[in-house]
């Protein structure tokens, strides 16, 4: 059962604004990641009236743009996308912490549900099966995960309890 059908008393959940920031760096998988999401989005019709994109270098930088958007009050929800490889990479384990540490601490505050799509793979192969192979599709994943994160958070503002 998802928690949206049992918050009693939830207001509509239409006209979500949604931002997704997308890493440019390995491309060939983000913008899959990117492709996935939109199409998820799309099938979810009315419910969300703006998705914008915002694309960045790399996963290092989506912490900055997503606490601007966070910040400015510009939207309801993000989603950041991107990828890292630890073969592509001799700094790995600093991207993937910092990325890490950066959005969680932004999603923690509670203002607005970030959701985490970034791929840490070993392999570019991995992550290939993360965006439409063999283990599924996380960039729809993460904008089904968003929208029921907007959709809760907007029950639970609304007084809603579960």
Request: net charge neutral.
């Amino acid at each position: 059962m998802k928690i949206e059908e049992i918050v009693p008393g939830a207001p509509p959940a239409s006209g979500f604004r949604f931002m997704v920031a997308v890493a440019r760096y390995n491309s060939l998988v983000t913008d899959r990641l990117l492709e996935g999401a939109l199409g998820s989005f799309r099938s979810a019709g009315d419910e969300i009236s703006e998705v914008s994109v915002v694309r960045v270098p790399g996963a290092l930088e989506l912490p900055f743009v997503v606490r601007k958007a966070v910040d400015a009050g510009s939207c309801d929800g993000v989603l950041a996308l991107g990828c890292v490889i630890r073969g592509e990479t001799g700094h790995y384990e600093a991207v993937v912490s910092g990325v890490t540490a950066g959005l969680g601490q932004i999603n923690a505050a509670g203002l607005v549900p970030v959701v985490f799509g970034i791929l840490t793979t070993e392999t570019l192969l991995q992550a290939l099966d993360r965006v439409g192979g063999k283990s599924g599709h996380k960039g729809v994943e993460g904008a089904e995960t968003l929208l029921s994160m907007a959709r809760l958070s907007r029950s639970l503002a609304g007084g809603g309890r579960p």
